[in-house]
């Protein structure tokens, strides 16, 4: 049985309500069954249509929940996005049989808010902007009824992003608004928000490009952007207190978060400036991959989850408590379909309506991996081209089985998707916690294998012995696309800090040849290779690890650097050159891996010598000899005699050669990268 539509219409605005008799019409063919309980989820009805949220169909308003549970369902209207009494409340039609409840109302309701209030046995829960709300007010408390179409910036309809062959061919910059731009020298006027990116031209104090020309400049093709959707830890009423977070705090994930916006109150200005900065990175040929957060939520109790379906998208303990594999208080239940549902429709939706190339999922783990799979294949349907990858671990155990998580280890059952490789990571630079720990390229023997591992993608590679291995124990890519490369990420201590604490004694200018070799072995590595926003001009935080709420004075990248360090500057732009000219760096499957790759026996500590050969993957190089070289001291390799061009040597970089030799007995200076081309 349908509740009964009341219409507890009060105002005056012309609104009437229209008949919404949808689920009537449909009792008879769909059968479902019933929970018993609340917490009965598996028997929930579910619901994938994507109209849930608001739906503008002409002048007929179609609002729509899903709460399987309710007693009641009522749509408050407002007039404002913070503050005022509702100008209305109409009580909701249920559709039992998907668990949704609709009222479609029509009227001049464009520009006004609107929030649900779900009934649960009997009580009333506060007011929620639901999950699916496209546009809010400040704070994102109230949905707001705008037209989407109406946030298209010009040419919008004709906007797309980079085409790649392969996903090896990308280099992901990761990014956070607020570190790119804010810093006094940045010479941006758009400080911290999305339309930064929209300014050409600017200069740092010492006349160096900052800004979308920096990026053009050092050459990456993707930005990866730290969580850009609606979070909670910022007050958008209060910009001026220059209030910093991370943003991993979800609130409303299908709007863009407002304090990134030029004005937090009007619920345009955020969508159309987050289009406006992805059409500019579009139009500098840049893709924009999204961090998305989908695995918890900020707060629990309160949540937009809990406020629609209590207990229903939080995993749950066996005594009933949520469970907490994110480590922020909760996790969702990416295994119960209608969060499966959400989050499909939500990556289908980033990328129709802001032409998001990608996604980089935030402990993936904690999801399954059928959900991973779904999402592959629907963003895969909507774009070829698109990116997806995550953090192959949860924060702490979950419910969901071990063998149902989308894990790293899991990776070869989830051919759509990439992994970051923490085994690179830890071995070329140590350990990620433990901040004095030195790595392969700081010189600490014993993590040989494991950067051998990291150099082939984390593919099954014959002469790798993966019992040597550090970390994962075999090598659980089935082709290199799978995995990410990286030293160092917004979490944790940047690499300048790391190299600081793990390199007692030593100077800036020998930390920064471990820096390059560092960088060379994730830039020369199968697989895709990603960096951490500002490691290019070498980026400090100032000692703060888990800087997810520090200042601007922590965070901010301070442009001035650039050209202090221009030196470094270049020869990551060197690195990155090098990779896109030569196709040997990207080879797309673990077989030509297997048959390129060839490790030279070599018995000594911090020095890993091997050459891509065969023309790997169409390389205008016949063979390439790669000589890293982590010891404190010069160390000697022999290469076979042969008209080599130097590429690398000495920490500096030239993919158009520093000159030739002939092979024989080569010294590699401490803490650098000797490589060698051949063109036949
Ligand atoms: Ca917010």
């Known amino acids: 049985m349908n509740k009964i539509l009341i219409n507890l219409c009060v105002a005056g605005a012309g609104m009437a309500l229209v008949a919404s008799c949808q689920g009537t019409a449909n009792n008879e063919t769909v059968m479902t069954t019933q929970p018993e309980s609340i917490t009965d989820y598996a028997n929930y009805p579910t619901y994938d249509g994507e109209d849930l949220g608001l739906v503008i169909d002409g002048i007929v308003y179609k609002f729509k929940l899903w709460s399987p549970m309710a007693d ?16 209305s409340r109409h009580e909701m039609l249920a559709d039992k049989t998907r668990g949704t409840w609709s009222a479609d109302l029509k009227g001049d309701l464009m520009g006004k808010f609107y929030t649900f209030q779900v009934m649960i046995d ?12 496209k546009a809010v007010g400040v704070n994102g408390e109230r949905a707001a009824i705008i037209d989407l179409k109406t946030t298209d910036p010009e040419g ?58 920096h990026l053009k400049e050092l050459g990456v093709t993707h930005v990866h952007i730290l969580p850009s959707y609606d979070y909670n830890s910022v007050d958008e009423t209060q910009l001026a207190s220059n209030k910093y977070n991370w943003g991993y705090d979800p609130i409303n994930y299908n709007v863009p978060e407002g304090s990134y916006s030029t004005n937090p109150a009007c619920p345009q200005t955020r969508i159309r400036e987050m289009k406006m900065m992805i059409q500019a990175l579009h139009n500098a040929g840049i893709g924009v991959v999204m961090d998305v957060v989908y695995n918890h939520t900020g707060i629990t109790q309160g949540s937009n989850f809990e406020l629609t379906a209590p207990g229903y998208y939080y995993r749950q303990r066996e005594d009933g408590s949520f469970s907490d594999a994110s480590g922020c208080g909760n996790e969702t239940a990416s295994d119960r379909t209608q969060m499966r549902n959400f989050m499909i429709n939500s990556i289908k939706y980033w990328m129709n309506e802001y032409h998001i190339d990608g996604f980089r999922f935030d402990l993936m783990a904690i999801h399954d991996i059928e959900t991973m799979n779904a999402i592959a294949e629907v963003a895969n349907a909507i774009n070829p081209n698109v990116i997806i990858y995550g953090e192959g671990w949860t924060a702490s155990d979950s419910p969901l089985p071990v063998e149902r998580r989308a894990l790293k280890e899991h990776v070869n059952k989830m051919p759509g998707i990439a992994v970051f490789s ?29 950067v051998k591992f990291g150099i082939v993608g984390a593919t099954a590679h014959p002469q790798i012995d993966f019992a040597k291995c550090n970390n994962s124990k075999f090598g659980y890519a089935n082709q290199p696309v799978q995995v990410v490369n990286y030293v160092s990420c917004h979490d944790d201590p940047c ?13 800036e200018d020998e930390r920064i040849a471990v820096a390059k070799l560092a960088q060379t072995i994730v830039f020369t590595s199968q697989g895709i290779p990603f960096m951490f926003a500002g490691e290019e001009v070498y980026r400090t935080k100032k000692g703060v690890h888990n800087s997810y709420n520090s200042p601007d004075s922590i965070n901010a990248i301070d442009w001035g650097r650039k050209s202090r360090y ?10 990155i050159n090098m990779r ?6 990207r080879m797309t499957t673990a077989e030509e891996v297997a048959k390129n790759i060839v490790f030279d026996e070599v018995d000594t500590d911090n020095l890993i010598s091997y050459s891509i050969k065969n023309n790997a993957n169409g390389d205008s190089w016949n063979e390439i000899k790669v000589i890293l070289n982590g010891a404190a001291k010069a160390n000697e390799v022999v290469v076979p005699a042969g008209d080599w061009k130097i590429i690398v040597k000495d920490g500096k970089i030239s993919e ?20 060698l081309a051949k063109e036949k």
């Open 72 to 87: 009641s369902v009522a749509v408050n209207i407002y007039e404002n996005g913070l503050g005022g009494a509702a100008v």
């Open 566 to 575: 221009r030196d470094l500057f270049d020869y990551y732009r060197g690195l």
């Open 656 to 675: 158009t050669g520093l000159g030739m030799c002939d092979g024989g007995k080569l010294t590699v200076a401490p803490r650098t990268a000797l490589i």
């Open 122 to 133: 009997g009580n009333w829960l506060d007011e929620t902007p639901g999950v699916w709300a």
């Open 580 to 585: 896109k000219l030569h196709p040997a760096f």
């Open 422 to 450: 923490d085994d690179i990571r830890d071995a070329v630079k140590g350990h990620y916690s433990n901040v004095e720990d030195p790595g392969f390229a700081s010189g600490k023997p014993g993590n040989e294998e494991t």
């Open 495 to 507: 690499l300048t800090d790391k190299l600081k604490k793990s390199m007692p004694g030593t100077t």
């Open 156 to 213: 919008w309809e004709l906007d797309k992003g980079p085409v790649l062959e392969h996903n090896t061919d990308a280099v992901l910059y990761e990014m956070h608004h607020r570190d790119f731009s804010i810093h006094e020298n940045s010479g941006i006027t758009n400080k911290g928000k999305f339309v930064a990116m929209v300014e050409n031209g600017t200069l740092s104090s010492n006349g160096e490009s900052t800004g979308i020309d």
